[in-house]
C-alpha cells in the first residue's frame, strides 16, 4: 500500500470515528427525539467515506411516541448540522422487506446507542 493510500485510509478512519464520537456525544439529545436505536452504516462505517460521501443512519423510533415526518426532517437537519454532512436514514422494518440490502447493512453496521 503507497503512502498516499495509507494516509488516505486513515483520514477516512478517523472521519468514521469523528461521526461516531459526536453521535454518541449527542445520544440524549437523539434519544429525546424518539429514537430508540441509532447505527452507523455504509461508507463511513466501512472507512470508505470520500469528501461528498453521505452518512448513512439506521433507527428505529418509539412505536408508542408520535413521531412525525416533520420530526424526521427535524432530526436530519440537527443531524446534518451536527456531522457537516448530509444525513440519509433507514428503517429496519422497510429494510428487512428487502433481505439482501438488509443483510448488506446488517453487516456494516456500527451501534451508537
Known amino acids: 500500500m503507497s503512502s498516499t493510500a495509507r494516509a488516505e485510509s486513515r483520514d477516512q478512519d478517523a472521519e468514521r470515528e469523528r461521526v461516531l464520537l459526536l453521535l454518541r456525544a449527542h445520544a440524549d439529545n437523539i434519544r429525546r427525539r424518539g429514537v430508540t436505536r441509532l447505527a452507523l452504516f455504509g461508507s463511513t462505517?466501512?472507512?470508505e467515506a470520500g469528501p461528498s460521501?453521505?452518512?448513512?443512519?439506521?433507527?428505529?423510533?418509539?412505536?408508542h411516541a408520535r413521531f412525525?415526518?416533520?420530526?424526521?426532517a427535524g432530526l436530519e437537519r440537527f443531524l446534518t448540522s451536527l456531522l457537516l454532512r448530509?444525513?440519509?436514514f433507514a428503517f429496519p422494518s422497510r429494510l428487512r422487506e428487502r433481505p439482501r440490502i438488509w443483510r448488506?447493512?446488517?453487516a456494516d453496521a456500527v451501534d451508537v446507542f
Open 68 to 72: 412525525t415526518l416533520v420530526d424526521l
Open 86 to 88: 448530509p444525513v440519509e
Open 104 to 106: 448488506r447493512v446488517r
Open 45 to 47: 462505517a466501512r472507512g
Open 53 to 63: 460521501s453521505d452518512v448513512d443512519l439506521l433507527i428505529e423510533v418509539d412505536p
